[in-house]
């Protein structure tokens, strides 16, 4: 069973910074593509960043210049640094993963999801 835990989540002021964590465990035999969906309320999710196995990173235009994503292939975890947070940034954060698991299948797999609220 591969489960994908996130953490970072929380209540911050507009123009600072949350560090978001997802971290994939079970039985992992590769881990390709991860990355961030958020949906806020009466929206549709909508990708905020990937970034591919090799480092290829790729965001939306809303958040380039300001969100960061990066991965520990190690250790199966993706971060994403939110830095100069508007009150429009406020959602529901769910990370995914592309992953290979011990019955040799892949697949996206979704964390539970994490709040964050910029207040303005």
């Known amino acids: 069973q591969v489960q994908l835990v996130e953490s970072g989540g929380g209540l911050v002021q507009a123009g600072g910074s949350l560090r978001l964590s997802c971290a994939a465990s079970?039985?992992?035999?590769?881990?390709?593509?991860m990355g961030w969906f958020r949906q806020a309320p009466g929206k549709q999710r909508e990708l905020v960043a990937s970034?591919?196995?090799?480092?290829?990173?790729n965001y939306a235009d809303s958040v380039k210049g300001r969100f960061t994503i990066s991965r520990d292939n190690a250790k199966n975890t993706v971060y994403m640094q939110m830095n100069s947070l508007k009150p429009e940034d406020t959602a529901v954060y769910y990370c995914?993963?592309?992953?290979?698991?011990?019955?040799?299948?892949?697949?996206?797999?979704w964390g539970q999801g994490t709040q964050v609220t910029v207040s303005s």
């Open positions: 970034i591919t196995s090799g480092g290829s990173t």
């Open positions: 995914y993963g592309i992953i290979r698991d011990y019955r040799d299948y892949e697949g996206p797999y």
């Open positions: 079970g039985i992992i035999f590769s881990v390709n593509a």
